[in-house]
């Protein structure tokens, strides 16, 4: 187990260093440049000349890349172009709010997701089925930042129950961790109850069903057990969309965190920060992926062989 | 009883199919069906209450709404199943070969789909558009992109269990070969997760071309887009929500009818449900 | 030669007044509260060097002060200077108000000024407002009270560039102490002083309770950041916030009308306009391009989607700019598509067979690349003037891209699109910052911003003149000859001036809004509950 999870991660530093690669190449086929940008119309052609120089960017790119890397190794990040900030402090102002919706909005949508799928599997064509199913149509159809408005403007301009926008107290939290969450709670009910079904169906499950088991237990040994799989993928998928698809929600309620980091990171083609936003997303995104690879052993004892 | 059979016993999944047909056949005949020309500006009658000159009221030039949702249909249906075409073939393709490869093969390609995945997907998609130039078809390809990832991973994922359920084993001990174990017996396996996940792509692919019209990266005007609509309206959310909302709405039941007929087809394609609906 | 100048330019030494404090007694002003603003985005910075923007300079044009400053009619005050004296055609002597100290302690004097300027001319790299500041050169120190402003050549804008409002004096002691840590945290001598910045969240100032003038009136200023428009107007209306900057322009008519809330509104000095690439067919054909002025409703384009949070376009400048003509544009091109095809005709073009005008088997159809958000409203003008466009037979293939896509492809050497939208405001508010640097022919990017790729020996020849000389009668002459010139050519179609508009809580009293978009004083609002 102990030298799976190290190969895994040794595993990993490829993976960083191609989305490394992958960034700045990106940026930089991109049209636009940081530093005009930077500077704006106004600059004239001598200042945009000593600024790229100053900055290095001139350099060519496989030079710049293995300098990158070789910075990071020594666990520096660089300084943002844009705001010539460490973006290791730019990361750390971002990650917990980032973190602590995503968080959120995850357990939210899982929680949410299973028990509605689980149910309207075990009782399928049920009234409780066909308003699930229908609530999570609703939550897959909406635009995200529609949703978003649409809340802000009932709970907040209405009723004045929430704050609109911004961080600081849990209230802050609810609507941005709601909206965030809404379409993934629609896409987890519809596999859990997916995964279930086709379980419920299985050979095993009959016989288990016909040997008189009763149906909570086969539900619980056999079931959900096995249906388990593809939710876990699901989930794991679902909490990188999460965290790189929080930009939206991120802009409506004004939420601190790296999606609007990034996004501002690339409209101002400032390639060091957004470097470094993207390997702690990349990091997160592998831990996850492993987490959820391990459960699939725990689970299936089949897969963990392998 | 045959799965077509099964598929039109199912009301709601028949609903669905009814209003794809409506919504390909006002694509196909939008220069019939609109009242008025998309493009055509009025900007004294701008945000003009739906009524009896504009049925769905008028945006913020004046134009008519409800032309515009007819012409934004093409966009959407375009868009839309071009988009998950690409990701279910691409995803397709990777996802058996890496699966069935296993190995290296498998890991390499395993550690490229993590690279695609950890990528956040709207640099990608910037990325796309930027190296290839505004317009729908680049738009439906970097939507479209964006999903191979994932129906890689799931369909690798079917491989890996099927390749160790009896049948499999046992039809490969009768020196079956790899095309045919797919077609045998893989595909029909993975067709209704398939089906289930296309659907679903199919919203998300709609919702993320407004995502990507809003930041100039779709469609060009005076093209009428519904993801454009509702991105530009939801400025005047709170004066004239119809502006947002009528697409909105139109987005709606255009997922709506993709996901209904999606589960019917699950339903009707899935042998070990037979006879329970 | 300097006792001309100073005959010439100076009846002795112009003297400054102290600015007094002239609010009416109307209301008795109260103290102390927090007041609470939302904008749609953080600062890049709150360092002058690093950041020319809106967002920074809100905040720190609330913390530190230049020599001078522009007042609300555009006209140049005293700010840390109480007078000046020209003493040659580049060099400017300054006598500095005594007693002032920084918020560090540190006391103000001719060698921070002398390192203010070092630091932003001769760091490396420069300060990003140095591109801003035309001919400065640096300040040399005279005694502690009194320095010269030296500049490389004759440069007639120098006053009205040091009034900018990114020309604040900072500590040299917390400058050294800080280092890059002063970006993010800077002490000026300003009626605030720095207490907090939460990236995206907000930043907080206070009071200066040693301010040389008039002391802030409120306790504390927090900045928040509110991207989404619809939520910021939503802030203000559940009193999340007291003023929200970039208000919602269809929310404006509501507004005024009720009496919780007071919109603040005056013209500004950015011009937002449909540039023309003059050097490329059709459009090297002045008919074509007064043709495409014709063809254009701007009333409909200013009421509709405007809807009054801009003001008519009078020109290439803004009216508050030095220097500004009244280039009658509505006279001399009307709203007319008769006159429009007309003019057309005459050049060559007749309609095609699906309406659109051909000439020598040609369709006038011109690529035109436009952004969505930089400018207000600058995607939807594009759009309307597009169905215009098409009414008089001229087809627009509009192209709507990212900013930084549509800034690359301007600003590239060679230009493979007829029109473009664009805004320049007048940082400075001398029409010899937009005359020059958008007219000259030399001027063609990357070194300047003439994007209309425009030629004209005369205005080059104008344009210099103007730029090195001391006398404001004659450059205001010189630059209304170009102008004039401009009229005739018209290689833009100006389509509004920007209004600055700022809505508050009606609580909110005794703030003024200016006309320049970063100049936001906040030291003489107060709250009444």
């Known amino acids: 187990m102990l030298t799976f999870i190290v190969r895994r991660l040794l595993l990993a530093v490829p993976v960083l260093l191609g989305v490394v690669f992958v960034v700045m190449l990106t940026v930089d086929l991109l049209p636009g440049d940081a530093v005009t940008l930077m500077l704006g119309e106004h600059a004239t052609k001598d200042a945009v000349a000593r600024l790229r120089d100053h900055l290095g960017l001139d350099k060519p790119f496989l030079v710049r890349y293995l300098e990158y890397v070789g910075r990071v190794a020594r666990g520096d990040l660089g300084r943002s172009i844009q705001q010539n900030r460490p973006v290791a402090a730019e990361l750390a102002d971002a990650w917990p709010a980032t973190l602590q919706l995503t968080v959120a909005a995850l357990v939210l949508a899982a929680v949410t997701g299973i028990v509605a799928g689980v149910a309207s599997a075990v009782w399928p064509n049920s009234l409780f089925d066909a308003l699930a199913r229908l609530g999570s149509l609703f939550g897959l159809s909406m635009p995200i930042f529609w949703t978003g408005l649409v809340l802000i403007v009932v709970f907040s301009l209405w009723l004045n129950w929430l704050p609109v926008g911004g961080a600081g107290s849990l209230t802050h939290l609810v609507l941005p961790a709601v909206t965030l969450a809404l379409p993934s709670i629609a896409m987890i009910a519809r596999m859990t109850r997916a995964a279930v079904l086709d379980v419920l169906y299985q050979d095993y499950v009959r016989t288990a069903r016909a040997k008189g088991v009763g149906e909570f237990l086969v539900l619980g040994r056999h079931a959900l057990r096995n249906a388990f799989i593809p939710i876990l993928t699901l989930l794991g998928l679902q909490s990188g969309q999460l965290m790189g698809g929080a930009v939206l929600t991120e802009t409506v309620f004004a939420w601190p965190g790296l999606g609007r980091l990034m996004v501002k990171a690339i409209f101002a083609r400032d390639y060091i920060l957004l470097q470094g936003a993207v390997l702690v997303f990349a990091l997160v995104f592998v831990v996850i992926n492993l987490l959820v690879d391990l459960s699939y052993g725990l689970l299936d004892p089949r897969i963990g062989r392998q | ?277 | 030669m300097r006792p001309t100048l100073r005959s010439r330019f100076l009846t002795g030494c112009l003297v400054l007044g102290l600015a007094a404090a002239l609010v009416p007694a109307a209301d008795a002003q109260k103290r102390g509260g927090t007041l609470t603003i939302v904008r749609p985005t953080d600062p890049v910075s709150l360092d002058p060097n690093l950041e020319t923007t809106a967002p920074g300079a809100w905040v720190y044009f609330n913390m530190l002060e230049g020599l001078l400053t522009l007042d609300e009619k555009m006209q140049v005050k005293p700010a840390l200077a109480t007078s000046y004296e020209v003493m040659s055609p580049t060099k400017v002597r300054f006598k500095l108000r005594p007693g002032v100290k920084f918020h560090d302690g540190t006391p103000f004097n001719a060698v921070a000024v002398k390192f203010t300027f070092d630091r932003a001319l001769r760091g490396t790299p420069p300060a990003r407002w140095a591109s801003l500041a035309g001919s400065l050169d640096g300040a040399e120190v005279v005694d502690d009270l009194t320095v010269d402003v030296v500049t490389k050549e004759p440069y007639g804008p120098i006053l009205r560039t040091l009034a900018m409002y990114c020309m604040g004096m900072v500590s040299p002691t917390a400058v050294q102490k800080m280092g890059s840590d002063f970006s993010r945290a800077p002490v000026g001598t300003g009626p605030f002083k720095f207490v907090e910045w939460k990236t995206n969240t907000h930043v907080i100032i206070e009071r200066n309770p040693d301010y040389w003038g008039d002391k802030a009136l409120v306790d504390r200023v927090v900045f928040k950041v509110v991207p989404e428009e619809g939520a910021r107007m939503i802030a203000l209306q559940t009193g999340d916030a007291d003023m929200v900057l970039f208000p919602s322009p269809a929310q404006l008519p509501a507004l005024r009308r009720d009496s919780k809330f007071t919109v603040h509104e005056t013209t500004g000095i950015r011009v937002v306009f449909a540039g023309l690439h003059a050097g490329m067919p059709p459009l090297d054909d002045v008919r074509v391009r007064q043709a495409l002025l014709h063809a254009v409703d701007r009333k409909a384009i200013l009421d509709n989607i405007m809807e009054g949070s801009a003001g008519p376009a009078l020109g290439v400048l803004a009216p508050g700019v030095f220097g500004f003509k009244d280039m009658q544009l509505d006279r001399l091109y009307p709203f007319d598509r008769a006159k429009a095809k007309a003019l057309l005709t005459q050049a060559g073009w007749t309609p095609g067979p699906d309406g659109i005008m051909v000439k020598g088997g040609q369709r006038l159809s011109l690529s035109w690349l436009a952004a969505r958000g930089r400018y207000p409203k600058d995607g939807e003008i594009t759009e309307a003037i597009q169905a215009m466009f098409k009414e008089v037979g001229v087809e627009a293939k509009v192209q709507i891209l990212e900013w930084a896509a549509v800034f690359q492809q301007v600003r590239a050497a060679t230009l493979n699109h007829h029109m473009f939208t664009l805004g320049w405001v007048t940082s400075n508010a001398d029409a010899d910052y937009s005359l020059y640097a958008l007219f000259h022919s030399k001027q063609v990017p990357p070194v300047g911003w003439n994007t209309s790729r425009y030629a004209n020996a005369r205005v080059d020849t104008l344009v210099e003149q103007a730029r090195r000389s001391l006398n404001q009668t004659e450059r205001e002459k010189l630059y209304g000859e170009v102008q004039d010139i401009l009229a005739k050519e018209m290689v833009w179609i100006p389509v509004y001036t920007t209004k600055e508009i700022i809505v508050s809580r009606a609580g909110v009293k005794g703030f003024h809004i200016h006309p320049v978009e970063y100049n936001l004083t906040l030291s003489k609002s107060w709250i009444d509950k």
Not at chain 2, 142 to 160: D, E, N, S
Not at chain 2, 164 to 190: C, D, F, K, M, S
Not at chain 2, 240 to 245: D, E, G, K, L, S
């Open chain 2, 1 to 277: 009883m045959t799965a077509w059979m099964r598929f039109y016993r199912n009301r709601l999944a028949v609903l669905g199919l009814a209003l794809i047909l409506v919504l390909a056949l006002s694509a196909a005949l939008a220069p019939w069906l609109a009242p008025y020309d998309p493009a055509r500006q009025s900007l004294v009658e701008k945000r003009s209450k739906p009524g009896a000159k504009y049925w769905l009221g008028a945006d913020e030039f004046g134009r008519d709404i409800l032309s515009r949702v007819i012409y934004g249909s093409r966009v959407a249906l375009l868009v839309g199943v071009l988009s998950v075409l690409i990701a279910v073939a691409g995803g397709l393709v990777l996802g058996t070969i890496s699966g069935f490869a296993g190995g290296w093969v498998d890991a390499v390609m395993m550690r490229g789909i993590e690279i695609l995945l950890a990528f956040p997907y709207l640099l990608l998609a910037l990325a796309i558009v930027a190296a290839m130039g505004t317009g729908a078809l680049n738009t439906t390809i970097a939507v479209g992109v964006w999903g191979i990832p994932t129906v890689t991973r799931m369909v690798r994922g079917a491989v890996l269990a099927l390749r160790e359920t009896e049948y499999v084993g046992a039809a490969r001990a009768l020196g079956a070969a790899t095309p045919a174990l797919l077609r045998r017996h893989i595909l029909p396996n993975i067709v209704p997760g398939l089906v289930v996940y296309a659907t679903l792509f199919m919203a998300n692919a709609i919702l993320l071309e407004a995502a990507l019209s809003f930041l100039g990266l779709g469609v060009q005007p005076p093209t009428a887009s519904w993801g454009l609509m509702v991105s530009t309206g939801r400025d005047v959310l709170l004066v004239a929500p119809h502006v947002a909302t009528v697409p909105g709405v139109a987005i709606m039941i255009a997922v709506l009818a993709f996901n209904l007929v999606g589960d019917g087809l699950r339903d009707a394609l899935d042998p070990r449900l037979r006879g329970s609906a």
